[in-house]
């Protein structure tokens, strides 16, 4: 069996969380490469209703293996928060279902505060952070100013190497936001809270190669989507890190694992956290009626998410750099009390129409062109085979595949694990 990553194609909240949690009963190993505990993958399974934050969405199934790989920001804190919930629910967290690369950056109690502080002296400038710490997080990693979990090993080395963090930062907050410095107390109390991840924490990188010698099957699990990857997204509305599939080998610690099938999850309309271009969305009546319908809250935040018709451009783009070779079609069923359905097909930017998602700087001045198909208005939740979806419902994904050039291979209908199509 091909190794296999799930990513999100637009802007993230596809149901990311939920298709890993189905499809985890077919791996032995899912693992989360980039982004932090700013994500919010909602599973709700026979355990109950969860929102996971930075465990990979295969933690609820039996003889699974899930890893933090070194890519992600590891704040050791909301970890453990997380950790203790779940536990609190029944699932069970041990160093046998958890690993955490020892070469995973941790998030420093001065990141959240970074982007706090951010936004309080920018109070006009927002790009959507979560205040989360992740952007503080990723520049410091880049400047080579954070350390590696694994330094835990390594008492004295990760004394001095904290000292020099702790004068640097402190420039930092004192000098150009006039904050109070940290103090090497406050290192010592949050190196409390490491300690309880210590168990987790290991090489990864070997643990991989050694799985991948014996054979396992891996999945990848992204946060976020194409149009907030760093690279290739809505720059500057992106998020700190890679959320394509392309980087999930480096990510999760295995650069020399393929991963030759790419799940790409898209949402039958879009959703956008924050802040950013956001072509063709509702507002009004029709954004509340379809948040209303769709749940669109967010899931770390509960801020209202804004809301818009599918966008088969952003959609097409999204395809094409995941290099996604098949789709998972969450929600359709919320569109189900729409009488007629609307669909972005192009964008129109300066009186011409396109069909190609064009350079950020443009998306400001694009306009949806949208097209309607007929709505099915009835509910299809308790379907479970292609064959019995309304014909329009049918049609309506199958003018997204045609679309998008990529087979729609699962319809999810329903948040619970058994809502599904598989064609
Ligand atoms: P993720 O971050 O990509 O995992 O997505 P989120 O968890 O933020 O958002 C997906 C939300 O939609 C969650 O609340 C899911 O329980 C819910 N969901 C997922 N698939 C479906 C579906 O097919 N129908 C309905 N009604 N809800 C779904």
Same mark, same amino acid.
């Given at each position: 069996m091909k190794n296999c990553t799930v990513v999100g194609?637009?802007? /993230?909240?596809? /149901?990311k969380g939920r298709m890993v949690d189905l499809l985890a009963e077919q791996y032995d190993i899912v693992i989360r490469f980039q982004g932090g505990g700013n994500a919010g993958h909602t599973v709700v399974n026979e355990k109950g209703a969860f929102a996971l934050h930075l465990l990979p969405s295969g933690i609820f199934r039996e003889g699974v293996v899930n890893i933090l790989g070194n890519g992600v920001a590891l704040d050791p804190e909301n970890l453990w928060t997380e950790i203790t919930e779940l536990r609190q629910k029944g699932v069970s967290v041990t160093p046998e279902n958890l690993k955490i690369s020892e070469r995973a950056s941790l998030l420093m109690p001065w990141h959240r505060e970074l982007d706090a502080l951010e936004e309080q002296r920018l109070a006009d400038k927002k790009y959507g952070s979560t205040k989360q710490g992740i952007a503080p997080f990723y520049s410091d990693k880049y400047q080579k100013k954070t350390v590696l979990a694994g330094e835990l090993f390594y008492p004295a080395r990760m004394k001095s190497h904290l000292a020099d963090l702790l004068e640097w930062k402190n420039l930092l907050l004192t /000098?150009?936001?006039e904050a109070k410095p940290y103090t090497q107390a406050d290192l010592d109390a949050w190196l409390g809270a490491c300690e309880r991840i210590k168990p987790y924490l290991c090489d990864t990188t070997q643990y991989l190669a050694d799985a991948q010698a014996a054979g396992k099957r891996i999945l990848f699990e992204a946060q976020l989507g194409s149009l907030r990857d760093l690279d290739y997204g809505i720059y500057p509305y992106t998020t700190s890190s890679n959320t394509i599939a392309a980087y999930a080998p480096i990510g999760a610690g295995a650069p020399f694992l393929k991963t030759e099938e790419v799940i790409g999850v898209v949402k039958a309309y879009s959703t956008c956290v924050g802040e950013g271009p956001f072509v063709g969305e509702f507002f009004g009546e029709e954004a509340q009626k379809l948040r209303e319908a769709g749940k669109e809250y967010g899931a770390k935040t509960g801020r209202p998410r804004r809301v818009g018709p599918l966008d088969l451009v952003a959609t097409s783009y999204g395809v094409a750099v995941q290099g996604a070779t098949a789709i998972a079609l969450t929600k359709l069923d919320v569109l189900s009390y729409m009488d007629r359905i609307p669909v972005c097909t192009k964008y129109r930017i300066r009186g011409e129409e396109t069909d190609r998602f064009p350079f950020p700087a443009a998306l400001d001045e694009a306009e949806a062109v949208i097209e309607f198909v007929p709505g099915w208005q009835t509910d299809i939740s308790g379907v479970r085979s292609w064959d019995d979806l309304p014909k329009a419902a049918r049609d309506y994904v199958l003018l997204i595949e045609d679309r998008i050039r990529c087979p729609i291979r699962y319809i999810s209908v329903g948040p619970e694990r058994g809502s599904l199509i598989v064609r």
């Open positions: 194609i637009n802007w /993230g909240d596809e /149901g /000098g150009m936001y």
